[in-house]
Structures are given as C-alpha cells and as structure tokens.
DNA sequence: TATGAATGAGCCTTCATTCAT
DNA sequence: CATGAATGAAGGCTCATTCAT
C-alpha cells in the first residue's frame, strides 16, 4: 500500500484546511470538467473556489497538486461509499448489490469519473502511483467478491478469470461515465444496470 | 454522417500535402504518447516531423488541426483494418473472428488508442462531433454483425441489447489498450482475447 | 550629519522593541548572507527570529526598514568596537593598533560586512544617505589618526594624501571580507594584517 | 581554466546572437547599474534592449543568463584593454603604465564594474565560478607583472608579497568605481592615479 | 501584543502563431 | 515552398503587506 501522499500547505489550522480544500475540488471538478486541467487556469479554480488566487496557493504547491487532491478526494468517496457494502457472504445476490450499487455511485459522480480518468495522467509521477493505487484497490473489492462467491461454489471461475472479470465489471461501470453521450439517449440507469448485470452473470456461467 | 472536418493548408501539391501529413502524424503521435497533446508544443512536433516550425503551418491552421489529423488518421486506419472482415455471414464463428481482429488491431496500434481516446476531447467542437461519429461508426460494425447472427438465430438478442453489447465488445477491447499497466502483467494478448470472448459469448447467451 | 533615521513601529514598550529588533537582526543577517537580500523573505525572517510574520510587522513598515536596521547595527557595532581605541596621542604605534583592530573586527564581522556592503545599495534614499555617513564616519576615525600623526611629526602626507590613504586603509581591511575566498587560503589574519600594514607605512614613507 | 559557460539560444544565426546579446548586454547593465539586478525586470529589459519579451527569451533561458552575459562580457572587455599592455619587460616603468592603464579602464566602465561585483552573487553557481576564475585571472596579469620585476631586480618581494600586493592593486583601482560618490569631489582620475601609484610604489619599498 | 490567513500586484517564462526573406 | 526570428498574450507562482481575531 502507497503512502498517502502530502501536499504542503502553508496553513497551520486544520478544520480551515479541510474546508478550503473542499471547495478547491468543487471548483476544481467544474472547471476540469468543462474545459480540461490544462486549460483551467490556477486563478480561475481560485475563483471558483471563493477566494484569491493568493490564497489558492497557501493549500496547494503546484497546480498538480489540485489535481492530485481532486482524484485523491473522488477515490476516497468512491470508496467509502462503496465500502459499504463490502460486508458480504458469498452470494451472487451480494454481487448483484454490489454491482448496482456501484453503478449508482458513478452515475451520482459521473463528472469526478469523467474528470479523473482523462486527467489523471497529467499528475506528476509519485501521485500517479498513488492514484493507481487506489484503482487497484477498487478492483480489488470486486475480486474479493468473486473469489467469495467461488468459494461458495456460487461461481466456476479459474484465478485468471477471476481477476480479469474484476477488471471488466469496473471497466462496464465506467462505460457509463464516458459513453453518456450515447448511452443517455437509450436506457436509464436502471436498464443499464440491469441488462449488464444479466450479462455479467451469464458471462461468468451464470 | 457529418462531413469530413477540412483542414486548411497554404499547399497545393496533394502529394506534397499527404507526405508532410504523414510526417506530422507519425510525430505526434511519438510526442502525445509521450506527454498529451498539451505539453507537446508545435516546435517539437516540427522538430520530430523533420521540417521547421514554419513548413508546420503550411500545412496546419492551428495546433488542434494536429490533434484532428491524428484522430482522423487513427479512425481511418482502424477502419480500413477492421473493414476488410467486414463481410460477414452472420455466424458466432463470424464474431469471434471479428472480435480476435479487432483485438490484434488494439494491440498493435495501443499507443494510437491511448492518444485518441486521452486527447481527443481537446478537439474543437466541430471537429469532436466528426470524431465521435467515427467512434459510432466502429460501433456500428459490431453492432451489425450482431443483428446478422440474431437475424441468422445464432443470438437471441433485443435491440437493446445488441447496441449495449455493442458498445461492450468495444470497451472490452479497449481495456487491453488502458490498462496494459496491470493486464499486461497477468495475461498475453492470446489469452485475454480467449477469456474476454468465451465471457461476451455466454453474456450473450451463448 | 543625517539625523538619525527612523522605523516606525506600533509598539510601545521600548525594551521589548529593543529585544524583538535584535533578533530580528541576528535572523536577518544568517539570512542576507545566506540568500542575499532579495531571496530572504519577510516570512523566513520572522521564522528565523522566533516569531510571526505578523510580530514582525509590528516593529517595523517595510522590509527595506529590516536592511536598515542591520546595517545600522553593524555599523553602530563596528564603531563601538573601534572607539574603544580612539584615544590616541599621533604615533604610528597608534596607527598600527587602530589597524591591527579593525583588521580583527572585520575579521570577526565579516559576515556583517559582506551583507552591508553588498545589500546597503537597497536601501531606500534616505536611509542609504544615513548609512554612507556612517561609512565616512568610519574613515574619519582613521583620518584623524593619520591628521594626528601628520601633526606630530610622524608623517608627511598632504591633505589630498591623507584622505585618499584614510580611505585606502578601510578599503584594504574590507578586502578580508571581500576575497576571503581566495586570501584565507594563502594568509592568516596576522600574516595578513601585518603585510598590510608594512605596505601601508611603506607607502606612506614610513 | 573554466571552461566557457554556456547560454542556451533557440536562434542559429550567430551573428544575430551576437547583436541582439549586445543590445541586451547594453539593456541590462543600463538597467542593474539603476536599480539592481533584482528590482529590474525582464520586461524592461527587453523593452530597453529594443525588443521584445519573447525575443528576449530567443537568445537566454533565464533571468540569470542576462546577468551571466553581462558579467562575462564585461570581463572580457577589461581582459582585451589590459592584455593591449601585457608584453612587457619588467620594469617599473612597465607596472606604471599597466596600472595607469588599469584605472583608465575602471573610469571608463565605472557602471559596469559596479554592476558586476554588486550583482555576480546573484549568479548560479557554476556562472559565479566561472567568474571568480575571469577575476583571479586579472590579478594574475598584475601578478605577472610584479613577478617580472621582481627577476628583474626592480623589486624585492617575497611571494606571499607578490600575490597580496596584486590583490591590492586591483582592489585599489576597484575603489574609484565603487567609491566615486566621495572620491568624484576630492581627486580626478589622474591626481588618484598618481597618488596610488606613488602609494604603492612607496608601499612595495619602490 | 501576537498571530497567521488572506490578498493581489507583479514577476519569470512559455509557446502558438505570423511573416519577411 | 521552406525557414526561423519575432511577437505578446497568458499562465503558474511568489511574497510583501494587511487586518480580524
């Protein structure tokens, strides 16, 4: 596991940290958004944000750092709400909350998705470690879904289907997030989610 | 099906125009892979295409012409690779066959389809909507080859379904191209191919 | 003679004003030597001293009042160091002493003096006027030693002369500082101090 | 030796980097002598040097290139006027000339050699070594000089002498630069010239 | 008095684009 | 057609100074 990795701030008050931060990734996250991390400016975000571009730089070192703490703060919500459901035995009803759940988590933070995945590779070596990292760990809860279910007798999977049907129930999840352009125009959510599910499940021999 | 997006360039001779493209092309491919299309400057692209920052804009109006030159080019070879197992009979043997294709294309061209697929959004918007068509395109041909296997009683699929499924095959295919960070380590593409089809085949139902 | 310059400060306790400058000195002097000037920050300062940026700001206006304020100090100190041998009686026993000595405090000092000759040109108008006094006060100090040598008997210089060697002598001390780089290989304080000072007798005839 | 310290430049014409480096060189120590190398911008640079900021930027790559190029272009001034007299023969009549020669060149770039021992410590460190070494080699046409007289028998030195006295020599022309504010009132070059000769003369027991 | 968060003018530097040769 | 010097808008970041607590 990577340690978390720090970002300097010149600021000592830790509840003020916190707070500037959170509104310096709401505006991060607009911006990013809508027009790209390269071409979102410092004093914009600042703007955004509600304060001085001043400011802005007395919680941040580098304009990388707002990016880092941007996918930094979108896995670790990610994560907590998925972490909920994590408590599991083995069923492939568990799988299937799992799975909706989840899908419901990227259609709530489709932006942050959108945001992280295309930015992500501008943030400078030692955070991209750490941000992969984190997907790491996102696949992991899906593979220790799966490993339960096989050792339920739920599932038929070898350890090389398994790992790579982790990888392919983010990687469909995620497709929500990129292809809403698309998708959008022709089922809900819930069909979505449903209709993958099916075809998860039946992919992995039901 | 929008029109094809002009580049305007200050040469008449067409050979010229193609050469010089192609140069610029392969160039920045090397360099978006390398560091994304913004800190990729015009200079290098030159530099690495072998011509001078002036010849550059002979043949470019702006910078984002580059990026477009390079999607366009990328589809375009995609295409003219994927096209030529385009005429089917509608068997799973068909698909399959398709499938293994496509993948081998993603293999050898990953870092093309890390650029496009990275970059891409910095085009400006008439020049995404023509990209994106291309992208609906290439969903289009798995898409039709699924409704020859449901037309021939191969699949039993819903509308629904086939364009969903569409889409899926495509993203699957993708993975190998994104996350050859991870996959690359646990599988060969022969490998991940075979899994990845086995799993869509019995996600159709066989 | 410049009447003494100034800094204003919103405290009233002279003792604590007293305290607070003083080791904003000491912390201003580590820093200018260190970085110069220009690199110190008015943040690192206040570090440096013990205190906030914002205490620091209550004992003078400006950053420029903090070079001043050291090289008032070092120039105060220097002449209190040098006074202590001002009682002469016109001997070039007198002379060699008051050399011998300023020749230790610059040795002692040279931090100081490296910092005060090199950043004083910063110095706000009125305040570089104050300080340049102080340097001719410095020179006066050994031109009247040569005035009183002259007077005695023990040497033969011109007023012309007199001047320009009062001032040859401070600069030759100042050389110590200035080039220790290269002298403090090749000479000790005493071998040097002593060569000088039988260069400087000699080049007044003795 | 050093070897010649480098300045990145993006223009191939040479001789244009030689013109445009000498308008910048022109700029730049019009611009330190009157504010310093810190508070002078590169803006105003450019603006002075009669081009502009990007321009500027063609021929150096930071701030402290211009300041590199100025110290080193001024050294090499003062190393071609004084190398004119080197071919000598080791008379006393020889060192005369030299150091008559010597503060001539002083007068006519008082600007210059103020600048540059204000602000050489402001070069990064390779740049400063490289112009310390261009300093020690000025002292060592003065203690060539010395050292053939001494063959000579013109003068009787020691080498401890030898090498201080052609510091002192330098350091005494250098005072008609740095101290011309006091000095200016009370002496023309020629009454300083002759009076220092004489001093030193006198001082190296003629 | 002491603190330190907030401010924003201003600096250095980059780079897409133009145009005279 | 090709070249590359020139341009300047714009961006990231710093830091002296202020002021509410």
Redesign the pocket.
């Known amino acids: 596991m990577e340690k978390k990795h720090e970002v300097k701030t010149?600021?000592?008050?830790e509840n003020?940290i916190e707070k500037?931060r959170h509104q310096m990734i709401r505006a991060a996250v607009t911006l990013f958004k809508e027009k790209g991390f390269h071409r979102a400016?410092?004093?914009e975000i600042a703007k955004e944000a509600g304060?001085?571009?001043?400011?802005l730089?007395?919680y941040i070192?580098?304009?990388e750092d707002v990016l880092y703490l941007v996918c930094d703060s979108i896995y670790n919500e990610v994560h907590d709400k998925l972490s909920q459901i994590s408590a599991q035995n083995g069923t492939i009803e568990d799988l299937k909350t799992a799975i909706r759940h989840y899908y419901r988590v990227i259609d709530d933070m489709q932006d942050e998705f959108v945001v992280m995945y295309q930015e992500s590779k501008s943030l400078p070596k030692g955070a991209l470690e750490y941000v992969l990292n984190k997907e790491l760990e996102m696949i992991n809860i899906f593979r220790k879904i799966l490993v339960d279910c096989v050792q339920n007798g739920e599932l038929r999977l070898t350890e090389a289907q398994t790992n790579l049907y982790a990888h392919t129930i983010v990687v469909q999840g995620q497709m929500w997030a990129f292809r809403r352009w698309v998708l959008r125009k022709e089922y809900t959510l819930e069909q979505f989610t449903e209709l993958q599910i099916e075809f998860v499940l039946n992919g992995m021999g039901k």
Do not use: A, N
Not at 10 to 13: G, L, N, R
Not at 51 to 55: A, E, K, P, R
């Open positions: 010149s600021v000592k008050d003020l500037r400016t410092t004093r304060f001085s571009i001043g400011t730089y007395e070192r580098t304009k």
